[in-house]
């Protein structure tokens, strides 16, 4: 009996810490650290960034960005629209600022991305000729992947090549280079950057379909006697909704190909969508319905956004031993994409940072989970 109040007394007085803590704005609910650090025996935590924030122009991004994260993703400014408008013109202004960021903050860059393609300039979608279209990319890749060959982390070299059934998705690339293009662009940036990780990066290929391509790309490129060294699982999901037994097999399927496993753009859409993913030419019209949380987010919606980032990150460390990095896509929910795709203009909460920056309660589930591991709690969560 004795005992029990004394346990009673004990939970009582832990929650009101927990509570005191957290209501004063204290970034984490029990002293533990800031996201990079509390994660850093198991895997880097990064964040997309947009230029804005890679310019420090964002004042609270500017605070927040390097206490909690260890590695960055510029968002749009190293796609080829940007750093390479014209044939033959390059502009790496804003790409070498994204590198003094990340050496002034000691925060690893990973380059997104060579060969994507989405956000290609209209010069390059329009080359007729083959031989024209191969030097193109092979410029393309060559001169970017060296510039910042050893000052960037890693590449992702090809993003999104696949159709939703495995099979390769129609581009230029795939239409002037065949499906051999993928393996070319890895076997270039090999050459142009030794010293940098090279990814293959998708969306839905944790889904078994789209995954058994992404297996085959991986396979093909390793048989060819070129370097990958990890996958990126983009991880734009939907609340109550995360696929977690398709990314368990994922996890396990990818690194059994003896590749590192990352989830590189993760993200959580909590507004009414009807398909899945994150195909850009995807459209839908503004219609107020579709916009239910103009004022607020409902307290059960971040309950259960907090739940499924817990049970997201409670499956990532399961698998730290081959989970090397979880990037989310942004930093706080007001410049998500996700508040302009694919409806424009509505108002989105899919990351851990509100409006003001903030930490939400999906912040404090995913930290209390490392805080609970070293009191050993968590050996009691089953998964
Ligand atoms: O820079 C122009 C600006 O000059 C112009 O005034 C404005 C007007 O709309 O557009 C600006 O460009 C926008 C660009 O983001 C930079 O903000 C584009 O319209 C907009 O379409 C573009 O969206 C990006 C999208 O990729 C485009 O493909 C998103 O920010 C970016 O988050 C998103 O990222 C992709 C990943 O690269 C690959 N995986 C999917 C992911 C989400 O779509």
């Known amino acids: 009996m004795k005992r029990s109040i004394l346990f009673c007394v004990c939970a009582v007085a832990i929650s009101v ?12 609910a029990s002293g533990a650290a800031t996201l990079k650090e509390a994660y850093k025996k198991d895997f880097m935590i990064g964040a997309a960034l947009n230029s804005q924030q890679i310019e420090e122009k964002d004042s609270n991004a500017a605070k ?5 994260f260890g590695v960055a993703t510029p968002e749009n400014i190293m796609k080829a629209e940007i750093i390479h408008p014209q044939w033959g013109t390059y502009n790496f202004d804003l790409a070498d600022k994204m590198i003094a960021y990340g050496e002034k903050h000691n925060i690893l860059i990973n380059g997104h991305t060579l060969v994507w393609h989405s956000q290609l300039p209209a010069y390059a979608r329009n080359i007729k000729d083959v031989d024209s279209f191969k030097t193109f990319f092979n410029d393309h890749i060559t001169t970017i992947a060296s510039r910042y060959n050893g000052k960037i982390y890693s590449w992702d070299v090809v993003n999104e090549a696949l159709n939703e059934d495995g099979t390769m998705r129609r581009s230029v ?4 280079l065949g499906d051999d293009f993928v393996t070319e662009a890895f076997r270039i940036a090999q050459k142009a950057a030794p010293n940098t990780e090279l990814y293959y990066n998708d969306y839905n290929i944790e889904q078994p379909k789209k995954r058994a391509g992404a297996i085959a790309i991986i396979k093909k490129i390793q048989a ?18 995360v696929p977690l037994k398709e990314i368990e097999e994922s996890i396990q399927e990818f690194s059994a190909l003896g590749i590192k496993v990352m989830f590189t753009e993760l993200d959580i859409e909590v507004l009414p969508r009807n398909f899945q993913g994150a195909d850009v030419s995807q459209r839908v019209a503004s219609n107020p319905e579709l916009n239910p949380y103009v004022s607020g987010l409902p307290d059960s919606v971040q309950q259960q956004l907090a739940n499924d ?7 990532f460390l399961k698998y730290k031993d081959k989970v090397t990095r979880v990037t989310f896509w942004g930093v706080a929910d007001g410049n998500s994409w996700l508040n302009g795709w694919p409806v424009r203009g509505r108002t989105n909460y899919p ?19 490392k805080t609970n591991a070293a009191s050993g709690e968590s050996a009691k969560k089953p998964f």
Do not use: M
């Open 17 to 28: 810490t927990i509570i005191s803590c957290s209501s004063s704005k204290k970034v984490t």
């Open 64 to 68: 927040l960005v390097p206490e909690q």
């Open 173 to 176: 690339f795939l239409d002037k």
């Open 224 to 241: 060819a006697g070129v370097r990958i060294d990890g996958v990126g699982i983009q991880g734009h999901w939907h609340l109550n909704k």
């Open 309 to 315: 980032y817990e049970s997201l990150f409670r499956l």
């Open 351 to 369: 990351l851990l940072f509100d409006r003001q920056y903030k930490p939400k309660p999906a912040y404090y589930k995913v930290i209390a989970l």
